[in-house]
């Protein structure tokens, strides 16, 4: 199995967002020598709790601090963009780091739903019923491969032109997302971590449903999914409170320090029922879980989302996922 990184460039209290992004590459760096295979950064707008708002951005820093792992979106919300400049945006990176860039793409807006009227021009929002269409035309314009009836066939190509095309995803953690991913014959990247149901019957629904590509013949699935990971599972819990206060509040502002946590008296800290549970514990736990999860899904790829205060922690929860995996 597969082992990669999901990272929503979390913004610790007491730090700066330059400081969240900066973090985002010295983990990237470390994660590489881990022998991590693929790294995904998050695009989120208008929170003071997660830095990456403009992941193409974010993944050219990754890519040349690195060499060997595949960097990519997870996802870009696509409903904000025009195909064409997504295309144009994955091309330069490809073009710049061929062979090693992937393009998740999602249709959740990453924001509130004012926030999501702020980036949309004249301010009017893509509807949902559009995202199809501009995944097939995303998908023509990255490998010159547009529909004989689009008005842009052979008069608009994506520049510049990489030796190797990104690799396309589509990132789910709903059943119509998931449709999507297997009419279009393309890789599913199933979001556990913010699903509002269990995923398995929707991944089964997946494999069922697909139809073959030319690029993807078979399905192709990761599952993406919250871990916090250290040497004890007291220490892994200590680490979770601070998660746990900070999706008691919302996901708002930045992740609560070990003394916010102390300090909190608003009842117990625990993960709202509205979120998936995350996986704890020490590393033998954690592989065990994760292991676990892997199959009931039939993922040939595991991704980890580890968020904690201390980046050190952080570092050393991917660090200890890795050792049981990986070496």
Not at 202 to 228: G, K, M, T
Not at 258 to 269: A, F, M, W, Y
Request: charged residues 20%.
């Amino acid at each position: 199995m597969r082992l990669s990184v999901l990272d929503q460039s979390p913004v610790p209290s007491g730090s700066s967002p330059g400081d969240a992004l900066r973090n985002s590459i010295d983990l990237a760096a470390r994660c590489e020598s881990f022998g991590y295979h693929r790294y995904w950064v998050a695009e989120h707008h208008n929170t003071g709790g997660l830095a990456g708002s403009a992941p193409e951005i974010l993944i050219g820093h990754i890519a040349s601090a690195t060499s060997t792992m595949r960097i990519g979106s997870g996802g870009v919300m696509m409903p904000h963009y025009a195909p064409l400049k997504i295309a144009e945006n994955f091309r330069m990176l490809a073009s710049l780091h061929p062979g090693r860039i992937d393009l998740g793409v999602g249709r959740a807006p990453g924001s509130d739903p004012v926030t999501m009227h702020a980036l949309a021009p004249d301010h009017q929002p893509v509807s949902i019923q559009k995202y199809p269409s501009m995944v097939a035309e995303l998908e023509g314009f990255l490998h010159d491969s547009l529909p004989s009836d689009s008005p842009f066939r052979g008069r608009v190509q994506a520049m510049p032109v990489p030796p190797e095309a990104p690799s396309l995803w589509l990132l789910a953690s709903s059943p119509d997302s998931a449709a999507y991913a297997a009419h279009f014959g393309l890789p599913l990247a199933f979001a556990d971590f913010i699903a509002q149901t269990d995923g398995v019957p929707i991944v089964d629904a997946y494999r069922e449903s697909y139809q073959p590509s030319e690029r993807h013949p078979e399905p192709q699935v990761l599952v993406a999914a919250s871990v916090i990971c250290a040497d004890t599972h007291e220490e892994a819990e200590q680490l979770t409170a601070g998660v746990k206060l900070w999706r008691q509040r919302g996901l708002q502002g930045p992740i609560p320090s070990p003394h916010e946590v102390r300090d909190h008296v608003d009842g117990p800290l625990a993960v709202p029922p509205s979120r998936r549970p995350m996986i704890v514990g020490n590393p033998s736990t954690v592989a065990t879980n994760v292991r676990a999860m892997a199959a009931r899904y039939g993922a040939e790829e595991f991704m980890a989302v580890t968020i904690t205060w201390d980046h050190e922690a952080r570092v050393r929860s991917y660090e200890l996922l890795a050792d049981q995996f990986l070496r």
